[in-house]
């Protein structure tokens, strides 16, 4: 146990409600053994992913234990694999008509795209169906038959909320919830856009992450308001 303490002062990693739920990792080699092998190959064939990074050495671990996640960890420092490899590995396989079990919330359409080709290239040949909506109104082929057969919905606010809206989207399913950039999400002004999306996945065993740059009060807020008591991890110089 004080190994492990030691070994999240070394890499700045505060941990603040998890510390029996999850030791970090620290290094991908044991998480890799747990995956399936499509997943492992394709993680392997990243070659640039070598070693976790601090938010990445406790965020994995925890997102795998499904625990409620505020993560705080600074722009650059790969936060997004931090939630794609777990929540893969926690869909198993892709299940045709049963609706999106993820749900990730990004605040730009940039952003959206970086996170739907993560999950792309890690999903490859896994039969995932992956949905990147992000234009401001449906096209054509958004049908609402279409939609019951994905697992994975990447989505902008606006464009989620006006499905929510127009009731052209079921989130009954989804089971993990992530507010990405959540700082983002607030400075373009999207924070009630986040209690209508919260409002309209209703699974009993809905899991919620943020992750964010910064956690400025009003995000502290959301979080206290969506989650009951939320594992917080900042990496870096906590008094920053
Ligand atoms: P953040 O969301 O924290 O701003 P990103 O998830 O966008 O950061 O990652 C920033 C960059 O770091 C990306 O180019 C990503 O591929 C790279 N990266 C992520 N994890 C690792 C890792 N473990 N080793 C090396 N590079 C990584
Ligand atoms: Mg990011």
């Excluded at 605040?107 to 909506?133: C, D, K, W, Y």
């Amino acid at each position: 146990e004080a190994a492990v303490t030691q070994f999240r002062t070394r890499h700045r990693i505060h941990l603040y409600g998890g510390e029996r739920v999850a030791h970090p990792i620290r290094s991908f080699r044991p998480l890799l053994d747990l995956l399936a092998p499509a997943l492992r190959r394709n993680f392997a064939a990243q070659s640039g992913f070598r070693r976790p990074t601090p938010i990445q050495m406790q965020a994995i671990p925890l997102v795998l234990a499904d625990t409620d996640l505020v993560a705080c960890a600074p722009t650059g420092s790969g936060k997004t694999l931090a939630y794609v490899l777990p929540l893969l590995h926690k869909l198993g396989t892709p299940n045709p008509m049963g609706g999106y079990r993820v749900c990730i919330v990004t605040p730009t359409r940039e952003l959206a795209t970086q996170v739907h080709e993560l999950f792309s290239v890690l999903a490859t040949g896994m039969e995932f169906r992956i949905n990147h909506m992000v234009k401001s109104r449906p096209t054509e082929s958004d049908t609402t038959e279409e939609a019951h057969t994905f697992d994975i919905l990447i989505a902008t606010p606006m464009r989620l909320v006006t499905e929510i809206k127009n009731k052209t989207i079921d989130l009954s399913q989804v089971q993990h919830l992530v507010l990405d950039e959540a700082d983002q999400l607030l400075e373009l002004g999207y924070l009630e856009q986040m209690d209508t999306i919260i409002a309209a996945c209703p699974h009993a065993q809905l899991r919620k992450q943020l992750f964010s740059a910064t956690i400025p009060p009003p995000i502290e807020e959301l979080a206290q308001s969506i989650m009951r008591d939320p594992v917080r991890i900042f990496i870096g110089d906590r008094n920053a």
